[in-house]
């Protein structure tokens, strides 16, 4: 066999490799979900987190004077109980017909008489899906609501973990 011939078998073998390899990268899921990681238009530097706690504490001080204790000043959902909820939420949205599009979180407290001790009187945080029914139109000469109503048939998310210490000031 001369070196010509072993050359063109060498390069047909690597053609069918390289054709090998083409076709079994198109039978892969590209369909994959791409995730935008840049920074959020509404995220907030450090020294501006700090200010708005600095800036709550005067409201802190009299709700904790009024409770009889130091109060609650944050809580603390983990990643992937938030991410259940948002999946939940969606799929109520879908089979309950809203188109859901955001969550709402309110400032909430716990009763003097809740059934874990740990949680009495202490302000809380809930989560409430935001949107409207599918399809639904709004007709109206007012200029458009920056954000949607809060969704009542699918249920709201609480019992985060409070701050530690309750009291702790960001950075916490």
């Known amino acids: 066999m001369t070196n010509k011939t072993k050359l063109i078998r060498t390069s047909f073998k690597l053609i069918g490799v390289l054709l090998l390899a083409l076709s079994l990268n198109a039978c892969v899921n590209n ?3 791409v995730v935008n990681t840049t920074r959020p238009d509404h995220a907030i530097t450090k020294d501006q987190a ?3 706690s600095d800036n709550y504490t ?3 001080d009299g709700i904790s004077r009024a409770i009889g204790k130091q109060d609650n000043r944050s809580t ?3 990643l ?3 991410k ?3 999946a939940y939420i969606e799929a109520q949205g879908n089979e309950k017909k809203y188109d859901v599009d955001g969550v ?3 400032l909430g407290a716990y009763s003097t008489s809740d ?3 740990d949680k009495q009187n202490y302000t809380t945080i809930f989560l409430v899906p935001t949107g409207k029914k599918a399809g639904a139109v709004t007709k109206s000469s007012a200029p458009p609501v920056t954000a949607s109503p809060d969704i009542t048939d699918i249920d709201p998310y609480n019992l985060g973990a409070g701050g530690f210490p309750p009291s702790g000031v960001y950075p916490n």
Do not use: G, H, T, V
Request: no cysteine; hydrophobic share 40%; charged share 20%.
């Open 84 to 86: 259940q909820y948002i």
């Open 76 to 78: 603390w959902y983990s």
């Open 58 to 60: 005067a409201r802190y």
């Open 31 to 33: 369909n994959q979900k």
């Open 50 to 52: 700090i200010a708005l």
């Open 80 to 82: 992937a109980e938030l």
């Open 104 to 106: 709402r979180f309110y």
């Open 115 to 117: 059934k874990n001790p």
